[in-house]
Structure formats: structure tokens, C-alpha cells
């Protein structure tokens, strides 16, 4: 395994760790995960499917050491946004469409340009991972994406609901994902 590939892999390890870590004290809240299970066990189908028709096979990892820097800088970028935005949301973050017990609406720093900074930055740093290590992230990343847009809209259903002054406002104001773009 190359240098790069093994740096984004402990990297990917060590956010996930940071993440759990940093979920300790959050406020509480509801999760309706029994209500998505679909999308979970459709994407976990694909990519068993994926795998066992052997699409990874003879998958090799880039040797190009312009696009592995190219790649990597892409992957640190989106990480250091989803850390961003998840300091900023401090007490308030929670999984992906969770409603919390007295929520604030967070629009400072990463939030004051993007409504959903998280993910797009783990989007962005599974891109990184495609150009540094293996185009077959892409997949990875598509899957994730679409999971993602999909919790950003009912999330966006839900503060509708909850700041119904507020967040029509910030909505017009920022992009969903992308700054400028959607």
C-alpha cells in the first residue's frame, strides 16, 4: 500500500474516533432512524453487491504523485470543513436528521456560507480519497452524497418547523452544500 493511501486510511480512522469522542455531551435528541432504514440497508446493498461481483478487483491505487498531493489536499480540506462546522455546532450536532430538545440555529462560520458545511465536507474528503488513492471512492463518495442531500432536506423540513421566522431567512441567504452553487 503507498504512503498516501496509508495516510488517508488512519486519517478516515481518526476522524471517526474524533467524532465519537466529540459526541459526548451533546443535547439530547430524537432520531428517526427505524423511519430511513431503507436508505441504510439499499446503500449497504449496493456496496455488498459491489463487492461481490468483484468490481474492486484488480482495483489499483495511483502512482501518480501529482494527483496523490492534488488528492490529499482535497481529503485534508474536507475534513478540516466537517471539524469546522462540527465545533461550531458545539452541543447542538447531532447524527443526520436528528431533532434535539431546545435547538439553536447556528449561522457563524461555516455555517454563514453553507447550510450543511458537515456534509460537504466529508463529501469533499471522500472526493480526495477517489483522486488521491482509487476512483472506486467515487462510489463511495455518490452513495454518500445522496444520503446526504436526502437528510439535508428533511433536516431543512424540520428547522422550517422550529424557526419558522429564522431559517426561511438564512435559507435564502446560503447554499445547501456547495457556496455559491447549491
Do not use: Q
Not at 459526548?24 to 441504510?40: D, E, L, N, P, S
Not at 483522486?131 to 423540513?157: G, H, K, P, Q
Not at 435559507?171 to 445547501?176: A, C, D, P, Q
Amino acid at each position: 500500500m503507498h504512503a498516501v493511501a496509508i495516510v488517508i486510511l488512519v486519517s478516515w480512522g481518526v476522524f471517526w474516533l474524533y467524532w465519537l469522542a466529540a459526541s459526548a455531551g451533546v443535547k439530547r435528541g430524537r432520531t428517526r432512524w427505524r423511519r430511513f432504514a431503507g436508505i441504510r440497508v439499499a446503500a449497504a446493498l449496493i456496496i455488498i453487491l459491489l463487492a461481490r461481483a468483484r468490481v474492486f478487483r484488480g482495483a489499483t491505487i495511483t502512482s501518480n504523485p501529482w494527483r496523490e498531493g492534488f488528492g490529499l489536499a482535497i481529503f485534508a480540506s474536507g475534513l478540516a470543513v466537517a471539524i469546522r462546522a462540527r465545533r461550531y455546532l458545539g452541543r447542538n450536532w447531532g447524527a443526520p436528521m436528528t431533532e434535539k430538545v431546545n435547538p439553536e440555529l447556528v449561522t457563524t462560520g461555516p455555517y454563514r456560507t453553507v447550510r450543511h458545511p458537515i456534509y460537504s465536507g466529508i463529501i469533499l474528503a471522500l472526493v480526495g480519497s477517489a483522486v488521491a488513492v482509487n476512483w472506486y471512492w467515487l462510489i463511495v463518495a455518490a452513495l454518500s452524497a445522496f444520503f446526504f442531500v436526502y437528510s439535508a432536506y428533511m433536516e431543512e423540513r424540520y428547522m422550517t418547523v422550529r424557526f419558522p421566522d429564522a431559517y426561511p431567512v438564512y435559507k435564502r441567504s446560503t447554499k445547501m452544500l456547495i457556496p455559491f452553487v447549491f
